[in-house]
């Protein structure tokens, strides 16, 4: 029962993701540059949230598939509601979130229904929703309020100090301009999971969601507050996944209601890469990031690896390429679970 | 016990689920400081009086008085903090999570802000632990442990709430001798700290040794209560079974016949057979008309080798020989079309399907040989399905009911037809009559019996020492993944097979 | 088992309101459906609006199927849109002599035909075949073709729009026999040739019963392995049948477009049919008449003027109650 060093799956695809970034570095100009980490970073933000939520639900072993056409819901009201203002489209576009969660929530633990399918059925009346709201096409936001800062602009920018960008800076210059360069979904999206990990491994709730994944009888009959502790898992799911729909409206300036398709599925992929396993009970919060992250860097590997005209690859090549990497690290998962219950059995 | 209030008191207390009463007027009383047993057949109210109590269930009628208040749990949570703490017949904490989780979830010590003390929760799980002498690395996830210290966690929970009486469901059902004997132990010590606590156990000997008093339940009644010392084993056992001791005394213990089987040629020829960690040398054999006991307590490899023999789990050595021929088989499937049946321990979780009839679940195995091109003969079907219900006595309303709407020994006696209409050659029985009440465990037994008359092998393993006393024809004990002894029908006694299992092999002779 | 008479015990009343609901419920939801448009839809009771609404539920009812058949051993299928792509895309390379020309239109045809279903159906087999093999949760497993998969299918068109005009293939969905479209008629050979597998033969049985309880299948001699492979390449096969329908009905392969969102529409054809989703029992009836109604509902709402949008709340309410009917039985 000793405790050796054990390569956990999030440390492997940290390593994976980091490995990936120096190569990519060191073959393409400007993969570090400003331009191109604000961009990946905005667009990757949203995904994360998405995926941070989905992290809680399936570490409490359940699944959320209505987050991605929630989130094009969501940007639908946030930018129905951005003429009032910064506030008033935030505070619509989660709040449409958490309504959603709820209703995933009360479906679950009140109508007993499982998960895949009420979510699946949230999912659709999402869609719904939100084609309905914006009249099938996308709603423009109001360019009038400070609503589309939330998703264009740099929020730590105006610290950057003008001499990070000067020749022969030292490193922990440039590293300094890099960080504070990062776009205001980053920030938002970094706030969240730091908030995320401390809840997970530092509250009762956060070690209920794990306690209720691992079992769910043995939870209730240790007096925890299961049903409780699953709604409000979808609450969390629904709200990030509202967060991530104002944004998606700021960034692009519309509400866009058919968007969001597979992101659900995208988020699942974060989580299962970051090395929680997926029927709940074991999970991290962290690796779900560096999930999120690897899967977007992927996608801008390839877009990269395109615009040098070595080879040429159409966009379609994505899905294939994210496809099999989800078979991949699938494949590990299975084989380092099935190690694992070996040790638990001997 | 001198003239005290008792800690607990439920009274007249009735349950009714649908139609059916499973608690009438029954009663229980547990002292301060005192070990209760609770003892009855299946369905004869004891859980349910338990999970009236820790508020899993309502009661529809009667009063419940703790510690001089009148009780009313509305969940096994709330039952928890007013001091009444239950470890379940099953181990139920969550294997993925650390010791100290599984020991403080619920009622996390916290910090400023709210945020967890994981050092002052592993420091108290480390102290709460040691009380027991257990001694473990409490960051560790539970599942990493043996079951013996997943109870021990579990116990160490309940205790750890302060608990003035703490409920045990059937808690030895898992454990091997060792870890009984420390579990005891343990309650002692609850004793001796003034916790009392209710012991729900079908193992006699250990209520002799654990409690105080006795309180027996029958269909849904209390019929008796009495001091551990004042009633002799058979007369608890009566008056479980509501029966006249004269009657108890000629039944015997099991219904098993004497075993004068016509034992044939060898059939099942086992060499060295080495399987994970668990079985390291086991050789035995078993010849046509033969009941074989494979003794051993709980861990020592004995199911293990019943599911290599069956190819349920692969062997990682060893020489198996069935019917003369090779016996190396790589799937269940062929294990059985070579005439092999097995019924496992777990009926619920590796024996049954619940949704699919009588009819269904009787004949899964035998399904493809009712078939033509794939299709199924469903007039052959049913009449092998009525012939075995009738033969062995099947309790159902029809063929097309659902086996989950039958009792525990029916759902049994159709796993036992499964194998049975395959006419097969060797049977591998594992723990064939546990939680079956005695009426229809004496009814298998027998069947068994008149079975291995018909020339059928049976390899059958049993936690309880008197069915393979009088059940088996041989016997062999395996230890620790080896065979420890041998005994033919002359040598074979209780205390043989325990010598066996405790000593080894040496003293066994 | 106890937990469960408490529960019927309180809800007695509801439980026997639900029981018939729940047994006849899809009957009697297409039945109102139908008596409503009869009274409220103009033009309803028309041979055309019937040819419509079949044709419309056809390929939802052939994939619901296969994902019946799947979801009867515990799993779930969500790469079916994905296969019928590739199926669909990879059609009209053979018959319009892309892919290599072909002396004989209807060689063209009926290797357009057969391989693309061939191609699908080993897509399906190497979905049982992760599940199997790395023992991986059947949704997840299946993910991976979900995702990849149309990919596969636009990476192999460039994910170009193939518009053709080749009468003699499109007959598998327009053509007629009876005044029945040719399509209508593949939907009910594979409804009841599903239907007599699951009921009359010893695969059917064994599909239940690995998924009413695997292990205590696997441990009576059922090939549990094998049934599952077998499931799945049958859900593979399936979508490829409907994705060659789709093309024939449009005259034209898209990637991007064929089957998508086709396996939530298969889900729910399922749930409302009232197989249960955990495994162990299946309704290929319940699945036509689960798809029957999911279509005729969002006819109602339409030809009533409710906008599609709408339509897509309607069936999310739908599988809730269906499945809460469910629930009801099962405890």
Redesign the interface.
């Known amino acids: ?1 000793t ?1 050796g060093f054990k390569i956990t799956p999030s440390l492997a695809v940290l390593s994976v993701l980091v490995i990936l970034v120096t190569l990519a570095a060191l073959r393409y100009d400007g993969f570090l540059g400003t331009y191109n980490v604000q961009s990946v970073l905005r667009y990757v933000s949203m995904f994360a949230l998405v995926s941070l939520g989905m992290c809680f639900v399936i570490m409490s072993g359940g ?1 959320d598939l209505s987050v991605g056409t929630t989130a094009a819901m969501c940007s639908v009201i946030s930018a129905l509601l951005s003429s009032y203002g910064l506030l008033p489209g935030l505070a619509g576009g989660v709040a449409g979130g958490l309504l959603i969660g709820v209703l995933n929530g009360i ?1 679950i633990t009140q ?4 998960p ?3 979510t ?6 999402a ?6 709201l914006a009249g ?1 096409q996308s709603v423009s936001v109001s360019y009038d309020t400070y609503f589309t800062n939330l998703g264009q602009g740099d929020l730590l920018s105006f610290m950057r100090p003008a001499w990070v960008d000067a020749e022969g800076v030292n490193t922990l210059g440039s590293f300094l301009g890099f960080i504070l360069s990062f776009p205001t979904p980053a920030w938002i999206a970094i706030a969240a999971y730091v908030v995320g990990g ?1 809840v997970i ?4 709730f956060g ?2 969601v ?2 209720v ?3 769910s ?9 299961v049903d409780r502790t699953v709604f409000l898992v979808y609450v969390i799911s629904g709200g990030l996944a509202g967060l991530a729909g104002v944004i998606l409206a700021s960034q692009f300036g519309a509400g866009q209601p058919i968007e969001g398709v ?1 992101w659900e ?1 995208f988020a ?2 974060s989580v ?1 890469v970051g090395g929680t ?3 709940g ?2 999970g991290s919060v962290l690796g779900t990031l560096v999930g999120a992250l690897l899967l977007g860097v992927i996608y801008t590997i390839l877009n990269f690896e395109n615009g040098m005209g070595w080879i040429s690859l ?11 990497f ?2 991949v690290v ?2 590990l998962q ?2 380092l679970s ?1 190690r694992d219950k070996l ?2 059995k ?1 | 016990m001198i003239d005290t209030k008792p800690l607990l008191a439920m009274r007249d207390v009735d349950k009714v689920f649908g139609n059916a009463a499973a608690l009438t007027a029954a009663s229980l009383e547990v002292m301060p400081a005192e070990v209760m047993a609770v003892v009855g057949q299946n369905g004869a109210g004891k859980s349910t009086m338990i999970k009236i109590l820790n508020g899993a269930y309502r009661r529809d009628a009667g009063t419940i008085e703790f510690d001089g208040k009148a009780w009313s749990a509305g969940s096994p949570q709330q039952a928890q903090r007013a001091g009444i703490s239950t470890i379940f017949q099953e181990i139920n904490l969550i294997a993925y999570r650390t010791v100290t989780e599984n020991i403080f979830l619920g009622r996390e010590i916290k910090r400023f802000g709210g945020l967890l003390d994981w050092k002052a929760m592993n420091a108290g799980a480390r102290s709460i632990l040691k009380r027991f002498n257990v001694d473990i690395d409490v960051t560790l996830p539970l599942g990493d442990f043996s079951t013996a210290i997943q109870q021990m966690v579990a116990i160490a929970r309940a205790v750890s709430f302060e608990a003035k009486l703490v409920i045990m469901d059937e808690p030895t059902s898992s454990l091997d001798e060792a870890e009984v004997a420390v579990l005891l132990k343990t309650i002692h010590q609850l004793k001796a700290e003034g916790v009392a606590v209710i012991f729900v156990s079908h193992k006699l000997d250990e209520l002799y040794e654990a409690c105080d008093r006795v309180t027996v339940m029958r269909d849904g009644r209390t019929v008796a209560v009495a001091k551990m010392a004042e009633i002799s084993k058979l007369q608890l056992v009566a008056a479980m079974l509501g029966r006249d001791l004269a009657d108890v005394r000629a039944r015997g213990a099991t219904a098993f016949d004497d075993g004068n089987h016509a034992i044939g040629e060898e059939l099942l020829d086992v060499k060295s057979l080495a399987v994970g960690r668990r079985v390291s040398d086991v050789s035995f054999n078993i010849r046509r008309g033969e009941i074989v006991g494979l003794a051993g307590l709980l861990g020592s490899g004995r199911t293990e080798t019943a599911r290599a023999v069956f190819a349920a789990d692969q062997k990682s050595k060893g020489n198996i020989r069935f019917n003369n021929k090779d016996g190396d088989f790589r799937s269940p499937a062929q294990a059985i079309a070579a005439g092999m049946g097995y019924c496992s321990e777990d009926r619920k979780v590796q024996g049954i399907v619940p949704d699919m009839s009588v009819a269904d679940n009787l004949t899964l195995a035998l399904l493809p040989a009712l078939s033509k091109s794939g299709m199924i003969d469903e007039a052959a079907q049913r009449r092998i399905v009525l012939k075995f219900i009738k033969d062995i006595g099947i309790k159902c309303s029809s063929p097309d009911q659902k086996i989950r709407e039958l009792s525990g020994g029916n759902q049994q006696k159709v796993l036992l037809a499964r194998w049975l209409c395959m006419n097969p050659k060797l049977l591998v029985l594992d723990e064939p009559t546990r939680g079956i009440d005695v009426g229809a465990k004496g009814e298998i037994q027998s069947l068994i019996g008149r079975f291995a008359d018909e020339g059928l092998g049976v390899l059958m393993i049993s936690s309880e020492l008197e069915e393979i006393v009088e059940g088996a024809d041989r016997v062999f004990v395996i230890r620790d993944g080896k065979i420890a002894a041998e005994m033919g029908k002359s040598e074979i006694s209780e205390n043989a097979i325990m010598q066996a299992m405790a000593h080894g092999a040496e003293q066994s002779n | 088992m106890a937990q469960n008479r408490v529960i019927r015990a309180e809800q007695q009343q509801v439980f026997e309101f639900g029981s018939v609901l729940r047994r006849y419920g899809v009957v009697i939801a297409l039945f109102l459906l139908v008596a409503f448009n009869f009274a409220f839809t103009p033009n309803f009771a028309t041979m055309q609006t019937l040819s419509l609404n079949l044709t419309q539920v056809c390929t939802i009812v052939i994939v619901g199927v296969g994902m019946t058949l799947v979801i009867a051993t515990g799993g779930i299928d969500l790469s079916v849109g994905a296969l019928m792509a590739i199926a669909g895309a990879m059609s009209p390379k053979f018959f319009t002599g892309a892919f290599l020309p072909l002396p004989n239109i209807y060689l063209g045809i009926a290797l357009g035909i057969f391989i693309p279903i061939l191609i699908a159906g080993a897509f399906g087999l190497f979905n049982g075949w992760l599940i199997n093999r790395f023992s991986i949760q059947p949704i997840i497993a299946t993910l991976v073709l979900f995702i990849a998969g149309r990919g596969i299918a636009q990476v192999s068109t460039n994910g170009d729009l193939q518009v053709f005009k080749v009468p003699e293939f499109q007959a598998i969905a327009i053509g007629r026999v009876l005044g029945v479209p040719f399509q209508v008629w593949i939907m009910f050979a594979v409804v009841v040739a599903a239907t007599w597998v699951l009921k009359r033969t010893v695969f059917g049985r064994q599909v239940l019963a690995v998924g009413g309880n695997e292990e205590a299948a696997r441990l009576s001699g059922v090939p549990v392995k094998r049934v599952k492979l077998i499931v799945y390449a049958v859900s593979g096969f399936c979508s490829g049948i409907a994705g060659l329908i789709v093309i024939a009905m449009n005259s034209a392969a898209d990637a991007n477009l064929i089957g998508l969102g086709m396996e939530l529409d298969a889900i729910a054809a399922v749930a409302v049919g009232g197989t249960l989703l955990t495994g162990g029992r299946a309704s290929i009836m319940g699945t036509l008449l689960g798809a029957l109604i999911i279509q005729l509902v969002r006819y109602t709402l339409l030809a009533n003027g409710v906008p599609d949008a709408a339509a897509l709340v309607v069936k999310a309410g739908l599988i809730i109650v269906a499945v809460w009917l469910q629930r009801q039985e099962h405890g």
């Open positions: 029962m405790r699944i479906l109508l007993k229904i499982l895949f399918i009420a699946l059925a949230s999912m659709l009346a869609s719904g929703t939100g084609l309905l099938n401390l491994t530092q509250t009762a070690r209920h794990l306690a994944g691992g079992g009888e043995a939870s209730r009959l240790m007096g925890l507050p597979g599925l699942i992929a299962v396993l997926l029927s009970g074991k159409s966009a379609y090549w994505q899905s294939v390429v994210r496809g099999v989800l078979l699938v494949i299975s084989r099935s040790n638990a001997a």
